[in-house]
């Protein structure tokens, strides 16, 4: 019988800044966060500490007496890994690895680590290592001890070991060569974009664990792994599902979480576009979670630094089946309108989202004839790739077409035949 040998845990401290510009409350949700991605990421919480303080310190993010406190703390108890909340800068790194020789990670690393560790398909771990390497670009002004391969364990996943003795130049001429597969992907996808213009497109989008891939699955009976950790979903998943006779097209992306690294964003471009294009967004939302709509505001945040604000957009307030409290969901029905309160776990009310999905598609597509020249054949393929054509009968001099379109595409046609005329 051969013994698997058990991986232990890095002991771990994480650490927060309360600067008076929130609520005591809000840091303290805000840190029980971090211990959740610490616990993703696969550490042992041993303690977490936060500092009442004006300002943030420059030279070190938390006061000289804190340092001090930290590291007597992690001396102690033999705790190899600190944890900020906030991202810190490389004057901070340095300064605090120098005063407590410990592993110091920072909130974009552990997110950077985890969706290290969650990549799983090429795409996805492209984009990872991008920003992974976008994010170490600056950074390598100081020693990179907290990535050298005496520490290993979280912080250090992806390319960071690899690129540890590299350059500025080596690094980055790979993110250049990342950039162009990115390019390369995002080609692609637009192409795929193109074959899917007949169909209503829905993006689920939502803050991380707020259940977007179970309503996926009970929507399209599919099987797209869904487990209640963070971030359980990376790669961009569609699949078609029908609603009165109408094929929809469904996307599940990636979770958003508060200080989501820009370079995380930035880099997952191709697989957020399945947001930018799709004509409805299902906006997901732990509804039993005591600060959802902090959760919301993140979201809306996101959802403005794509551009894609402006779009009609489906609150979708999920695991009515934890929340007990009737206050609080007659507050959300009088607060938000076009919302849905559900359990995609237990498909309570979905079938009332579907009801209104149905209204939806009504509404978003049209039925159009048009008599166009026999020698306009350049306008005829401008149809066929805005409609689809259901028929077309000619006469001596014209084609008379009947194609149905969503009714922004039929707009667009119009214009295209005015601008013709």
């Known amino acids: 019988m051969i013994e698997i040998p058990k991986i232990e845990k890095e002991k771990a401290v994480i650490v927060s800044l309360n600067t008076d510009r929130i609520s005591k409350e809000v ?11 610490a616990l993703t990421a696969g550490a042992e919480v041993l303690h977490k500490i936060i500092q009442n303080n004006r300002s943030v310190n420059n030279a070190s993010y938390i006061g000289k007496g804190k340092v001090e406190e930290v590291k007597l703390l992690v001396e102690e108890e033999n705790i190899s890994l600190i944890i900020f909340d906030d991202d810190l800068s490389p004057v901070q790194l340095r300064n605090l690895e120098n005063s407590i020789d410990r592993k110091i990670v920072d909130r974009s690393g552990l997110i950077l680590d985890i969706f290290a560790t969650r990549a799983k398909t090429k795409e996805a771990k492209t984009q990872v290592e991008l920003a992974q390497l976008q994010y170490m670009l600056p950074r390598l ?14 912080g250090t996943k992806g ?13 980055g001429k790979r993110i250049s060569l990342l950039k162009e597969r990115l390019n390369k992907i995002e080609v692609q996808r637009s192409t795929q974009s193109s074959s899917r213009k007949n169909f209503l497109r829905i993006a689920l989008v939502g803050y991380t664990n707020a259940g977007k891939s179970t309503l996926f699955n ?71 979670h005591p600060y959802f709509e902090d959760h919301i505001k993140v979201v809306e945040n996101t959802l403005k630094d794509l551009e894609c604000d402006k779009k009609l957009q489906v609150k979708i307030f999920n695991k009515i089946d934890a929340v007990t409290d009737h206050q609080k969901i007659d507050y959300v029905r009088n607060t938000y309108e076009n919302c849905f309160i559900i359990s995609a776990q237990r498909g309570i009310n979905v079938s009332s989202l579907i009801e209104n ?14 008599r166009l020249p026999l020698k306009d054949a350049k306008a005829v393929a401008q149809i066929h ?28 046609i119009k214009r295209l035949l005015y601008e013709k005329k």
Do not use: C, M
């Not at 840091?27 to 991605?37: G, K, P, S």
């Not at 390319?159 to 690094?171: F, K, L, N, V």
């Open 27 to 37: 840091v303290e949700e805000h840190i029980t966060e971090l211990e959740e991605l």
């Open 141 to 154: 002004t100081r020693a990179w001890t907290h990535l050298s391969k005496q520490y290993g364990g979280i």
């Open 159 to 171: 390319p960071g070991e690899t690129q540890i003795e590299t350059d500025r130049r080596i690094i």
């Open 218 to 288: 009970l929507l399209t009976k599919s099987d797209v792994f869904a487990e209640d950790k963070l971030f359980a979903t990376l790669d961009s998943t569609t699949r078609q599902f029908v609603v009165k006779n109408e094929t929809v097209l469904l996307s599940d992306t990636v979770g958003f979480i508060r200080k989501l690294p820009p370079n995380l964003i930035a880099s997952f471009k191709s697989t957020l576009s399945e947001v930018k294009d799709a004509d409805i967004i299902f906006h997901v939302i732990d509804f039993s």
């Open 357 to 370: 999905l149905e209204q939806i598609i009504n509404d978003s597509f049209i039925e159009e004839k048009i």
């Open 385 to 412: 790739n805005l409609a689809e054509v259901i028929s077309i009968k000619y006469d001596d001099n014209f084609a008379h077409i009947t194609y149905r379109s969503k009714k922004e595409n039929s707009e667009k």
